[in-house]
């Protein structure tokens, strides 16, 4: 039997200094990624993950309040597109 690699079963959070990362899946080098809200030069953002046209990961950076709804979005099994326009 196969593990689940469902997003429930991977994901972390960290709140370590000022930093506060929240990751859900597996995010592998031929994912695409897409800032869905902030931006990277402020360290502030939801980057969002796909493969195949699906949003498979999140990654949030200083916004584990945008981070955690995206995280419910992969477990729908949401377009790539539709979780980026994803407004939290």
Known sequence: ??????????WFWSDRYDRKIQMASRIGPDYE??????NLTERRFVA???RAGRSVGVLGFNRSSQAT?????I????SLEDAIAAAF
């Open 33 to 38: 990624m897409h800032v869905a809200t902030g």
């Open 1 to 10: 039997m196969r593990p689940s690699l469902s997003c429930g079963s991977l």
């Open 75 to 78: 477990e729908s099994n949401i």
């Open 48 to 50: 969002v993950y796909g």
């Open 69 to 73: 709804p995206h995280r419910m979005l």
